[in-house]
């Protein structure tokens, strides 16, 4: 009964370990030793029968049973649930249009028929009186004819179409409230080669030490729409007092100018961000003394390069010419010295130790390009010349040989000349003002002036020839007034005094528009520039003029 037990539990276990093992892995086939009815007495007695001692089952045996094969039903599961879908985008919606271009004609138009002019029949017989009057004048009118081809009357006239001014007005009062608060003059003044564009320096001409007070350089636009006479185009801010300055001739932007401190500066006015173009520096071939002219010459070979001239109380008259990294460079020099002056010259013995003749103005011949004269501290102009091979005697340290440029010696004025203007008009006429109130006549020619005449009990600051009229010129006096002479009607007298500033403060500068002619402007020690607008009796050229400037060339010779 109890074997019989033993097998009934043997057979419940067994069948309960398959169940198991087959609810375990459902989705894989796995093998497995079949266990049959018959078989699991087997496997209970084979446990009983490894078992040593009483009550331990013996040890399982190995035994290989057939395969089993489950198979998996989830695949076929999802098999059966799959759906297939699929989806659309909204329709787009098309249309086509079509457009035609408008309708055109053409048409045509035919002028009217011309209609044959009449041609009256010439008669075939002459008119014996018109032949005998056309044979009797025939003579005295082909003379007249040859007479006037043969004249000059004319030449040199151009048509003036503006309309005729009787006066001279002041068009524009211009100035720089920064400048003029600090007590600034206007030193030296400049038009453009478009004639639009007017330039001014600032500094002062009464210092007598080396000044160190920040100076400008102003410029206005006359033509801009809306001129602010207070508020300049450009203002150029510079370390030194500028003492002078000049447009280029031709780069309407460029201007050259001259400092207290013995600098050359260029500037270029369209970068008013970073306007310096070059400068000498400060170097054993910089002036040591005030730079008081500056001037653009073309270069011999080149007419279109220019270089810049400038002049000192130093004694020396440098030619600059531009190079890169902004520099200017030394490229002819000339130095006066006492001892190469001619020996009619009457000149003061220098102090010891000092043997230059201070340069205090300069003008070029238009005829000549290297004729030039000087107006120097000692009252003497000096004619001069860039071809000059003579070295100077002097000791002063330079990059370039130094040569010695004086040719001729004028008769001096009674004290330093300021300013000198070489006629435009003749070859061997020019002007000189000096602190002795005198304007002198020169000719090349001859060490006496043609003419003197005393234009002010105090002094001449500037002297400039007309462009336009051989026969006028205009000067700027200590009295505070801009005086414009024409010779044609009076030789001793101004022919109109403008007063310039009210209070006779000085006017030291002055310069005629030499493309605008009936532009004139005039720079005081207010720190003050004002255009003066002139009639039309001082731009326009009378008959005989020429002829008139050359007769009083001959006649102050003789």
């Given at each position: 009964m109890e074997a019989q037990g033993a097998t009934v539990t043997s057979q419940r276990w067994t069948g309960a370990l398959g169940r198991a093992v087959a609810m375990a892995m459902p989705l894989s086939p796995w093998s497995l030793r079949r266990a049959g009815s018959a078989g699991a007495p087997a496997l209970a007695a084979g446990r009983a029968g490894g078992v040593k001692g009483p009550g331990r089952p013996a040890p399982l045996l190995d035994e290989t049973l057939g395969v089993v094969s489950v198979p998996s039903q989830w695949r076929g599961v999802q098999g059966i649930r799959g759906e297939t879908k699929s989806c659309q985008t909204a329709s787009i919606a098309t249309a086509e249009a079509s457009a035609q271009a408008q309708t055109h004609a053409d048409a045509q138009i035919q002028t009217e028929t011309p209609e044959p002019v009449a041609v009256v029949p010439v008669s075939q017989h002459d008119n014996p009186r018109l032949v005998a009057f056309l044979q009797r004048v025939e003579a005295m009118v082909t003379r007249e004819l040859n007479k006037n081809w043969q004249s000059h009357a004319f030449d040199g006239f151009v048509v003036n179409w503006t309309e005729p001014q009787q006066t001279v007005s002041c068009l524009h009062t211009l100035g720089y409230p920064p400048a003029q608060g600090q007590g600034l003059h206007v030193t030296s003044i400049s038009w453009n080669a478009t004639g639009s564009v007017l330039a001014c320096a600032y500094g002062r001409l009464d210092d007598g030490d080396w000044s160190t007070l920040k100076s400008y350089?102003?410029?206005?636009?006359?033509?801009?729409?809306?001129?602010?006479?207070?508020?300049?185009?450009?203002?150029?801010?510079?370390?030194?007092?500028?003492?002078?300055?000049?447009?280029?001739?031709?780069?309407?932007?460029?201007?050259?100018?001259?400092?207290?401190?013995?600098?050359?500066?260029?500037?270029?006015?369209?970068?008013?961000?970073?306007?310096?173009?070059?400068?000498?520096?400060?170097?054993?071939?910089?002036?040591?003394?005030?730079?008081?002219?500056?001037?653009?010459?073309p270069e011999p070979r080149h007419s279109h390069h220019f270089q810049v001239l400038s002049v000192a109380t130093d004694g020396k008259v440098l030619l600059w010419q531009g190079v890169g990294a902004g520099q200017l460079q030394l490229s002819k020099g000339f130095a006066l010295v006492v001892q190469q002056l001619p020996r009619s010259t009457k000149v003061k013995k220098p102090p010891r130790g000092e043997t230059e003749v201070g340069v205090t103005a300069v003008a070029f011949s238009s005829f000549d390009p290297n004729l030039f004269v000087l107006g120097t501290e000692g009252g003497f102009p000096l004619k001069c010349s860039l071809a000059a091979e003579v070295l100077a005697l002097t000791r002063m340290p330079s990059s370039v040989s130094l040569r010695a440029p004086v040719q001729f010696t004028f008769s001096p004025h009674g004290g330093p000349v300021y300013s000198v203007s070489c006629s435009p008009f003749h070859r061997n006429l020019f002007l000189s003002a000096?602190?002795?109130?005198?304007?002198?006549?020169?000719?090349?020619?001859?060490?006496?002036?043609?003419?003197?005449?005393?234009?002010?009990?105090?002094?001449?600051?500037?002297?400039?020839?007309?462009?336009?009229?051989?026969?006028?010129?205009?000067?700027?006096?200590?009295?505070?007034?801009?005086?414009?002479?024409?010779?044609?009607?009076?030789?001793?007298?101004?022919?109109?005094?403008?007063?310039?500033?009210?209070?006779?403060?000085?006017?030291?500068?002055?310069?005629?528009?030499?493309?605008?002619?009936?532009?004139?402007?005039?720079?005081?020690?207010?720190?003050?520039?004002?255009?003066?607008?002139?009639?039309?009796?001082?731009?326009?050229?009378g008959p005989r003029e020429t002829e008139d400037l050359d007769q009083l060339a001959v006649e102050g010779a003789t």
């Open positions: 350089v102003c410029t206005w636009n006359l033509d801009r729409r809306g001129l602010n006479p207070r508020q300049p185009s450009v203002v150029v801010e510079v370390p030194s007092a500028v003492m002078c300055l000049a447009f280029h001739p031709a780069q309407p932007s460029h201007i050259a100018g001259g400092l207290y401190s013995g600098e050359v500066l260029v500037w270029d006015v369209s970068r008013p961000e970073d306007p310096l173009l070059w400068r000498t520096g400060l170097t054993d071939d910089t002036h040591t003394d005030p730079v008081y002219q500056v001037l653009w010459l000096g602190t002795d109130g005198h304007v002198h006549l020169y000719s090349m020619l001859q060490a006496q002036p043609l003419t003197s005449l005393q234009l002010s009990q105090k002094y001449l600051f500037a002297v400039r020839w007309s462009p336009v009229r051989p026969l006028v010129f205009a000067a700027a006096s200590g009295e505070g007034e801009v005086q414009l002479f024409d010779l044609q009607k009076n030789s001793q007298k101004p022919t109109v005094s403008i007063a310039q500033t009210q209070d006779g403060s000085p006017v030291y500068c002055l310069e005629f528009n030499s493309q605008q002619t009936q532009l004139l402007a005039a720079g005081d020690a207010k720190g003050t520039v004002k255009v003066w607008q002139l009639s039309t009796a001082f731009t326009e050229q």
